[in-house]
């Protein structure tokens, strides 16, 4: 069975720094390219960054640019979001989700929440 | 303010079909793949359609999906109460690099 599983998450100040990782099982996850995407409080969805199976090709949103890296460890079966400089508006659930040969999220994990606030 | 346009709401009674649309442009809609998802209250967004109309294994054939130029559609006939959900369309945005998803549709079951 899938799964993908979100921690990390949690309250940091604005300005600070937090890294989010996602655990994989259930399928071979060097195989496969990921993503972060996430959802304010009351609001929709938002891409956030897309990784390949290889790391050989990375995406980032406009909003994130800069800020936020993804990066992977296909040994430990994990992906991670490295969030610098967070602001106000980054307040949000973050979820990872696979992309599979045919098709985009067709995976997602539950979800983790952080919330930037002083 | 989304790439993609969507309304943010819709209803139907049951037993009715109800459309949801999702309108975008030409580096977007217009040049890749839409992909629809529901998202039931507290949970995490589900894959409901890819490349434009394909259904994943487990989602009933009560829901369609289709494309036409720049904008793109989600059907659900024979609307159950199960179906209140916001569902969420998505593509690939060459101008962007990046994906980007519509602002979210909220479907209430009268």
Known sequence: EVQLVESGGGLVQPGGSLRLSCAASGFTFSSYNMNWVRQAPGKGLEWVSYITSSSSTIYYADSVKGRFTISRDNAKNSLYLQMNSLRADDTAVYYCARDSYTTNFDYWGQGTLVTVSS | ?110
């Open chain 2, 1 to 110: 303010q989304s790439v993609l346009t969507q309304p943010p709401s819709a209803s139907g009674t049951p037993g009715q079909r109800v459309t949801i649309s999702c309108s975008g442009s030409s580096s977007n809609i217009g040049s890749n793949n839409v992909y629809w998802f529901q998202q039931l209250p507290g949970t995490a967004p589900k894959l409901l359609m890819y490349r434009n109309n394909q259904r994943p294994s487990g989602v009933p054939d009560r829901f369609s999906g289709s494309k036409s130029g720049t904008s793109a559609s989600l059907a659900i006939s024979g609307l159950r109460s199960e179906d209140e959900a916001d569902y969420y369309c998505a593509a690939w945005d060459d101008s962007l690099s990046g994906r980007v998803f519509g602002g979210g549709t909220k479907l209430t079951v009268l």
